[in-house]
C-alpha cells in the first residue's frame, strides 16, 4: 500500500487527480471505478480544470459508479447520479453512453446486479476505482459485516450511515435505508485502487483499515489484499496512523529516486 499523506484537502485533491489523469492520458479508454460523498468533490473539480484549460480528454473514458440509493429516482435532488452529472459529467466530454451508475429504482435488483457485473466485465474491468471510507470503515455502501468476497447487490444502510448522511437530505427520516452497492470482492478486481480521507472524523476508520487486521467489519480493510493501492490522505486523517513517519519517509525516498532518474 502506497500512503501519501498531504498537506490539505486541496493537496490531496489535487494529487488524485493528478493520478486519475495519468491513468487517462496513458489509456485514453480507461475504465474508471466512481466514487460520491464529499470527499472526491475537490477530485472532480479538479479533472475539470484540466479538461477545460489543458485538454484532459474523456471522450474514449468508460465509467462505473460504485453505488446507488435504492428507492431514489435518478431525477431526485440527492441521487447519486444526480450527483455525478451535476458535479462532474456535465462539466466534461465523458459520453453519456459511456457512463453507468447502479439504477436505485430498479424492480429485479438481483438481475439488474448481476448485469451490472458483466457490464463491468465486458467493459474489460475497472483500470483504476476511486474510493472514499465511511466513518465505521465502508468502502462503497459495503457495511461493516459485508462479505469480502460480496458481489453487487442490496445492502441494508447502519444508523449511522443514515444519520451521517441526513445531512444531504435535510431530515434524517427522508434517507434511504437500503443501497445498491458493488461489492467488496467487486471492488478488489479492479486492476488498481485509490482511496481518498479527509478530516479528522475518518481517522479511526483509516487506521483500522491500513493498520488493523483484515475484517469484514471494516471493509476498507481489505485494500490490504490488493496488490496496487495508494491511499490519500491530509493530516487529520492520517493522524491516528501508527507508522505515519515512516510512510513519509517512503514518499521522501521515492521522490528521491525519482528525482536522480529523471537528472
Ligand atoms: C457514502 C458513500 C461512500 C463514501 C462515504 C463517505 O457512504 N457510499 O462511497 O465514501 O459516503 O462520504 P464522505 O466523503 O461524504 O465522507
Known sequence: M????EENYNALSRKAA???????TVKPTAVLGLATGSTPLGVYEELIKMHKKEGLDFSGVRTFNLDEYYGLNPEHPESYHTFMFK???????VKRGNVSIPDG?????????????????DGGGIDLQLLGIGRDGHIGFNE??????????????????????ARFFGRKGQ???????????????????????SGENKAEAVRNAIEGPVS????????????????????????????????????????????????
Open 18 to 24: 493528478a493520478i486519475i489523469a495519468r491513468e487517462i
Open 87 to 93: 458535479n462532474f459529467f456535465e462539466k466534461v466530454n
Open 144 to 165: 461493516p459485516g459485508s462479505s469480502l468476497a460480496s458481489r453487487t447487490r442490496l445492502k441494508t444502510l447502519t444508523e449511522e450511515t443514515v444519520r451521517d448522511n
Open 216 to 263: 469484514s467489519q471494516v471493509t476498507a480493510s481489505a485494500l490490504q489484499l490488493h496488490p496496487k493501492v495508494s491511499v490519500i490522505l491530509d493530516g487529520p486523517a492520517a493522524s491516528l496512523l501508527k507508522r505515519r513517519d515512516y510512510y513519509a519517509y517512503v514518499e521522501k525516498m521515492a521522490s528521491q529516486v525519482q528525482a536522480e532518474v529523471e537528472t
Open 175 to 197: 434517507v434511504p435505508h437500503f443501497a445498491i452497492t458493488m461489492g467488496v470482492g467487486t471492488i478488489l478486481e479492479a486492476k488498481k485502487l485509490l482511496m481518498l480521507a
Open 105 to 121: 429504482m430498479v424492480v429485479d435488483v438481483d438481475q439488474f446486479c448481476t448485469d451490472y457485473e458483466k457490464h463491468i466485465r
Open 2 to 5: 502506497r500512503i501519501i499523506i
